[in-house]
């Protein structure tokens, strides 16, 4: 395999889509009846041909390349522009969007099939592409007339592009200390923004010559913090009623981030109004700028976690052929003999449990986010009000570890795979090193990590008064009634069981000492239970998958005439059904997850409840 090779596990997608979440009876709900399984699997295929052939094939040169900038001039790596230009002309850009604006109505559980693909194919690339999105659907919902009519399109189809302006360099992760102003023009439909941002993901490039910017800012009098807050509709250039370009709107790129991984994506600081005429068109109200923006931020959540996934799965897939191809040392059972024959890696145990692991997680990951996309799709489109109700508050619980517990593992994972490859994978001739960079990023924006945690234990756990967390444990007790049912899998039903009941433990033990305000300890413990119940999540996904996997591979094995309890038998059967072992592995994984990498949710629990509170005693 070589540096530039990309391997997408299609089938792993397609299992997912339509063996676990049946995503295609969704066709049967009114938002999607115009879909088939057929056009699901046609779609997602030419994803993973367009992903491989253009995508992929631009990555590697795009990180050692980056974005140039020069003269407030931002230039993108070789062969970006005229992929984004593909991309769009394909109508990738508007898989998701609402038909009536030019999208194409697909599932959010579909097109995030399609995100998994492109983010692991070229993650800088598809950033500068997912912002133009996210634009689209706050002007879906929160848009007047005129901006659905004449920016959505243009999104959709690529003419213009979109970008998120949140973060100022005296702010940070403090959203509420922004200090960009917006005042009102007296006669006017518009608000006159200055101020500077950074860290702005494709605040400016050379995709197109209009971008879209929803910038946050004060108006005069605004209430301090994140009340005060108001988003605005700013244009890069302006554009009169029939969308024709006009007059530069005094917003100017004055630099780039140069970066750890990502170099691809440009990453800009944006200064507002340095001229006194940049132009702002309201969202909403003056004070709804955060809920207005949330439902960009909430979306970007889940897509960076995809990034952990993505790039985990990637890696997997590199570091699996690695170890096939890579000859070096005997087998354990000939250690002592000097003349044995050398063998693969993927022989030694230690290499063997190190692929796993990744594989464990990074499937776990995908479950976890194309079931939490599935819930989005109930949410919106279920018949039953209390359908819609149930999976909304699955969607919000879920969120903040989709984007914190994936991408937490993304770097632990991608760390793992360079291990795999030894020192071949610490340099450039393969891409193991660029995706550990590049996935690194994804636990510091769109809110820290730590902030995601606090959000779990302080927003999402007591929604409902814990009604959502106890309806989602319900779930779990139907996961373990099952496994307990499944005659391969009934012996990890113990170990899940008690890792949920000790979830259950820790949630109402942080519940107590909020309600007491042992705010030092609840919030100092909140990552902890964050990884302790994103460990529980993943062994649910993964064992939710086995008993799928299950029923197939034991109807497989009964058509063949084998039987399962004989271990001989059944390992040949496995070494000649490349169908019957993709099956096999998932239930060998979740078992594997279970046994091995589960208790250590003992570990997290023991720390929670250990009222230490060293780390604010020290004088550092």
């Known amino acids: 395999m070589s540096a530039t090779d990309f391997t997408i596990d299609v089938r792993d997608l397609h299992f997912v889509l339509f063996e676990y979440l049946k995503a295609q009876e969704l066709c049967q709900l009114d938002g999607y009846k115009d879909f088939s399984k057929d056009d699901f699997e046609m779609i997602v295929n030419e994803a993973a041909k367009f992903g491989k052939e253009k995508f992929a094939t631009c990555n590697k040169e795009g990180d050692e390349v980056g974005c140039i900038f020069d003269n407030g001039t931002v230039t993108t790596p070789p062969n970006f522009k005229e992929t984004f230009k593909a991309y769009a002309e394909a109508g990738w850009l508007a898989s998701a969007g609402m038909p009536e604006y030019g999208g194409q109505g697909l599932p959010h559980v579909v097109n995030t099939a399609l995100a998994d693909i492109f983010t692991g194919a070229n993650t800088a690339l598809y950033l500068t592409t997912l912002l133009s999105i996210g634009v689209a659907h706050v002007l879906e919902k929160y848009g007047n007339d005129f901006m659905k009519d004449m920016i959505i399109p243009k999104l959709y189809d690529g003419t213009w592009g979109g970008s998120m302006v949140l973060t100022e360099p005296s702010a940070g992760s403090d959203v509420g200390a922004a200090k960009t102003r917006a005042e009102k023009v007296d006669g006017e439909d518009y608000y006159l923004i200055s101020g500077t ?18 910038v946050l800012a004060r108006t005069p009098g605004a209430p301090a913090g994140t009340k005060g807050l108001s988003l605005f509709v700013t244009p890069k250039v302006r554009f009169d009623e029939n969308g024709v370009l006009g007059e530069f709107n005094d917003v100017q790129c004055v630099g780039i981030e140069h970066k750890m991984g990502i170099h691809g994506s440009p990453t800009c600081q944006l200064s507002f109004g340095d001229s006194g005429n940049c132009r702002g068109w309201i969202l909403g109200n003056e004070g709804d700028g955060i809920r207005v923006m949330f439902n960009m931020m909430n979306e970007a959540r889940i897509e960076v976690g995809l990034q952990g996934c993505s790039l985990m799965n990637a890696a997997y897939q590199n570091a699996l052929a690695y170890s096939k191809d890579r000859i070096q040392g005997s087998s354990i059972k000939d250690f002592k003999n000097p003349d044995a024959p050398r063998v693969a890696i993927i022989e030694h145990p230690d290499v063997r449990r190190q692929l796993l692991t990744i594989k464990a997680f990074a499937e776990g990951s995908r479950l976890l986010l194309h079931y939490t996309a599935f819930c989005t799709d109930m949410a919106h489109h279920a018949p039953e009000a209390a359908d819609r109700d149930k999976y909304q508050g699955f969607l919000e619980l879920l969120t903040p570890i989709c984007k914190a517990y994936c991408t937490d593992r993304g770097v632990e994972m991608t760390s793992m795979a360079i291990q795999v490859f030894g020192g071949y994978g610490y340099t450039r001739d393969y891409p193991v090193e660029q995706y550990m960079r590049d996935v690194k990023i994804g636990c510091i924006y769109e809110g820290t990590n730590s902030i995601q945690a606090m959000d779990l234990i302080a927003r999402k756990m007591p929604m409902k008064g814990g009604a959502v967390f106890m309806s989602y ?3 779990l007790d139907s996961v373990i009634a099952n496994v307990r049912e499944a005659e391969t899998l009934k012996h990890l ?5 008690g890792a949920k009941d000790l979830l259950a433990q820790v ?3 942080l519940g107590g000492w909020g309600m007491q305000k042992r705010l030092d300890l609840a919030t100092s413990r909140a990552t902890g239970f964050l990884d302790l119940m994103g460990d529980v999540v993943t062994a649910a996904e993964l064992l939710k998958a086995a008993l799928v996997a299950n029923d197939v591979l034991t109807q497989r094995l009964s058509a063949a005439g084998i039987d399962g309890s004989d271990a001989a038998a059944l390992h040949a059967h ?38 230490d509170l060293s780390h604010m005693d020290v004088v550092i």
């Open 197 to 214: 941002k950074i860290f702005i993901t494709a605040g400016d490039h050379d995709f197109c010559d209009n971008i879209i910017h929803l």
């Open 473 to 475: 444990l319900a779930e």
């Open 493 to 497: 039903a113990d170990g899940f069981s």
């Open 507 to 509: 949630a109402m033990t």
């Open 574 to 611: 496995l070494v000649d059904s490349e169908e019957s072992a993709f099956y096999h592995a998932k239930i060998m994984t979740a078992q594997f997850f279970v046994n091995t990498i589960l208790p250590r949710v003992h570990g997290w629990a023991k720390g929670i409840l250990s009222e």
